[in-house]
């Protein structure tokens, strides 16, 4: 039977590469790369071969839709595309993340027990799932009450027949339940993952499925480092402790923060193991590195946690969103600089937020690596924490957590905020780093973002080409929602801007609470005038025809400055 190693990714990198000459051990010329492109272009490295691009062509091929991390949820959408574009002498197909690493001295010894077993579907921790489980009731409706079997998805083996047959399946749960209106953004939830999905409909349909802890080398599959949450260091493959083992996530600097946040908060206990084995195997030094997080020295066995004394007052830290009043926070702030001096105010409407948004915006952009944007956004945070001393921080610019969508081209909704939050969480080792944003009804922001862009950013197209275009089905609270579920509700709050205006404060109220402001110091700012009003339709309209002029940008916007100082006047 001949098997072929898939490895899931959105770009091919010396990572995946690595990946690849490792599994080649075993499969030798049978491993491909199968790269999500559905958001952004895929970076391939030019060293790559055997590359499957699972993009919106594919996707239109297979006649399968596509919407929000899709990519994400739908594994399966991987094993579909390699059945489409490989030879039909596959006769299986290994799936494997790419945080995924193998520390067998030769590969084979983990692969080859599987050649004897006949099973279509093998996974860890294949079995049946309970009510309590994440996924479950987005799968109970299909399979039945008590029938939802789930798994882990990082490495898993899947017949050609299985993965046919899970393809009709997949794409008749779609029409059955979408086809007339298509997937909206609250149906997003009801969409089941692929542990869900693949291990309970093959289990419905009489396959053959197996928890591959029942086949693999016995301890290679070890809860301590193969896991769903809990991050691996990647140094740790080269441990004696470590030899024979699959690990994952194997995870960088910048990628283990968001996982180190969500372990800390949830197994508490197991985050101290980990931090504990990370510092007696490689050092303190190595951990603060790895984890973003300043020990002191450990009072009995590593174990003290850093102590109230050594931690300095927080970094509050205002995202947004664009179009909710984030304008009008910013002059507060800046109107009030001197009663609120006890702060160090980072504020978009002063001169010392912009080394901060201009790192920010390298990244966003792609202007530079990731590595090398990101460090410089480290760098910048690190700058503001030395310069606040023991002062507590706020931070206020939009800008640093994405273009508004309809700005150079960008019609996604903050798709990489969250890397610039989780940077921000290790640039400040002794602060308690927290979040907060407003938000809007979905069309309401979308209105105004379309009227800001047409007014500010030299967009060109009607008000329905723009909806088109977007990327996005989610709102901003749905948004929130998911950040909240990585950091916890008292790392990031959102809350609905028209319920602030209804307080007796008005905009603004519910920031300043979060801050700590005295209900004294809040009601004695000095509120502004004004902050960046929309403009009259008719207004909006002479704008759109001045952007199809294609003027050159100074010219264009001192025409639009005169018009709106016109129109205050």
């Given amino acids: 039977m001949k098997s072929a190693a898939l490895i899931r ?68 959408y ?24 193998f520390t067998f001295s030769n590969i084979s010894d983990f692969f080859a027990p599987f050649e004897s077993c006949g099973a279509d579907f093998i996974a860890p921790t294949f079995g049946r799932r309970g009510k309590q489980w994440y996924w479950y009731s987005s799968m109970e409706g299909f399979v039945g009450s008590g029938q939802v079997r789930g798994c882990l998805f990082p490495i898993t083996r899947t017949s050609r027949r299985a993965v046919e047959y899970l393809f009709i399946k997949r794409k008749s749960n779609f029409s059955e339940n979408f086809e007339e209106r298509g997937i909206i953004s609250r149906d997003i ?6 542990e869900a999905f693949v291990s309970s409909v093959l289990s419905e349909g009489g396959f053959r499925c197996r928890a591959m802890e029942g086949v693999a080398p016995a301890g290679s599959l070890n809860g301590e480092t193969f896991h769903s949450e809990f ?31 969500k372990m800390r908060r949830k197994h508490a206990r197991l985050y101290q193991s980990k931090k504990e084995f990370i510092i007696e195997s490689f050092g303190e030094n190595a951990w603060r590195d790895w984890s973003g997080e300043a020990s002191e020295e450990f009072a009995v066995g590593y174990g003290a946690m850093r102590s109230e004394q050594a931690m300095k007052p927080p970094v509050f830290i205002h995202i947004g969103f664009h179009k909710t009043g984030t304008t009008y926070i910013q002059a ?56 606040a001393s023991e002062k507590s921080i706020i931070i206020s610019d939009e800008e640093m957590f994405g273009f508004i969508p309809g700005r150079h081209g960008y019609y996604k909704l903050y798709d990489r905020a969250e890397s610039v939050m989780s940077v921000a969480m290790q640039a400040f080792p002794n602060r ?18 379309y009227a800001e ?4 950013h030299h967009l060109d197209i009607d008000y329905s080409q723009f909806l088109l275009k977007l990327d996005f089905d989610e709102n901003l609270d749905q948004l929130s929602a998911r950040i909240v579920d990585e950091l ?36 004695n700012l000095v509120k502004p005038e004004r902050a960046n009003e929309a403009v009259p339709r008719d207004i909006q309209d002479a704008f759109l025809i001045l952007n199809r002029a294609k003027l050159p940008g100074p010219q264009l916007m001192d025409i639009k400055n005169r018009i709106i100082a016109a129109l205050r006047s």
């Fill in 453 to 456: 862009a047409v007014k500010n």
């Fill in 78 to 101: 991987f094993l579909y595309a390699a059945a489409q574009r490989m030879s039909q002498e596959y006769e299986y197909f290994w799936l494997i993340e790419n945080d995924v690493m």
């Fill in 488 to 523: 916890g509700d008292e790392t990031f709050q959102y809350v609905d801007m028209a319920a602030d205006r209804s307080t007796d404060f008005g905009l603004g109220d519910s920031f300043f609470n979060w801050v700590g402001l005295s209900e004294d110091v809040k009601f």
């Fill in 332 to 387: 507060l702030l800046k109107r009030n600089e001197t009663t609120l001096a006890d702060y160090l105010i980072v504020n978009q409407r002063s001169d010392n937020s912009k080394p901060l948004r201009s790192a920010c915006q390298d990244f966003f952009s792609k202007r530079k690596g990731d590595d090398e944007a990101l460090a410089a956004i480290r760098h910048q945070f690190q700058e503001i924490d030395s310069i």
């Fill in 189 to 194: 939830d009801k969409i089941p993952n692929d």
């Fill in 9 to 76: 990714c959105n770009s091919v990198t010396e990572t995946e590469l690595a990946l690849k000459k490792s599994l080649k051990g075993y499969f030798g010329e049978n491993v491909f790369f199968i790269v999500e492109s559905l958001v952004n272009n895929a970076r391939v490295a030019e060293a790559a071969s055997n590359v499957i691009l699972l993009d919106s062509a594919l996707l239109n091929d297979l006649s399968l839709p596509s919407f929000p991390k899709v990519g994400w949820r739908c594994g399966d």
């Fill in 231 to 261: 991050p691996v260091m990647p140094e740790e493959a080269f441990l004696d402790s470590r030899k024979d083992r699959v690990l994952h996530p194997v995870r960088d600097k910048h990628g283990a923060a968001w996982k180190f946040d």
């Fill in 432 to 449: 308690t780093v927290k979040f907060f944003a407003y938000t809007r009804p979905r069309m309401k922001w979308l209105e105004s973002v």
